[in-house]
């Protein structure tokens, strides 16, 4: 099988491993992998940000570039939502909703592609840590079913999943409130921090880049001791 990649244009240019990591993970599980340079941005932060006219015009140029009936696979649950949730609102009974259609139809986040579609459950990861997992809020999945990147976590070798006994409260930067309100996504990412100091966890373990990035920033800030990674990447060690 032949796959699309769709790199988010902050991927491509503050996390570059999680790209590569990606690469390696499709080709691991026997795709063949197509990466049309032409892609820029999907348009997500002018959409939530209220600029809806030049979400369109990003808008137009991915789904044009993106229409040979190909899966395409992306390791960014922002990108992946934009395009299911954000982009109806803009081409819906337009002059490109077939076009638009094909691409919402087609568009995967990494670890749900992996578990959906190729099946994946043991990737043969090693990677030794003590976790835990935070799912993005972009992509809300059935509540009452484990999350495509946990399935896959599970199968890791050396990983110690936990879960905190405190509620579970969101890192803080969904919906732009980054852009919007410091002081507010800030201190939602400090809370996030208090509840996994109950689990006794070293690791964060996330399938979305934005959110990598503010906690990240945050752990900066603060000289706390934890460490935030992709998916992706706890997927692509120990079997190479």
Known sequence: MIVDLYIPCYVDQYQPEIARNTLKLLQKVGCGVNYNIEQTCCGQP???DGFRDACKEVGEKLIREFQDERY???PGPGCVKTIRNYYPALF???AMHNE???VQKNFFELSDFLVSVMNASDI???YKAKAVVHDSCTLP???AKESAQLTLLRKVKDLEIVEPLDAWPGCGMGGGLDRKNEALTVGMA???FKSISTSGADTIITNDPLCL???QGVINKKNLSLKVIHVAEVLASGWE
């Open 190 to 192: 400090e809370e996030f």
């Open 92 to 94: 819906h009974n337009s």
């Open 213 to 215: 990035m503010h906690l």
């Open 100 to 102: 638009y259609k094909l």
């Open 72 to 74: 395409i696979v992306c």
């Open 124 to 126: 043969g990861a090693v």
């Open 141 to 143: 999945g059935d509540q």
């Open 46 to 48: 002018a959409f939530e």
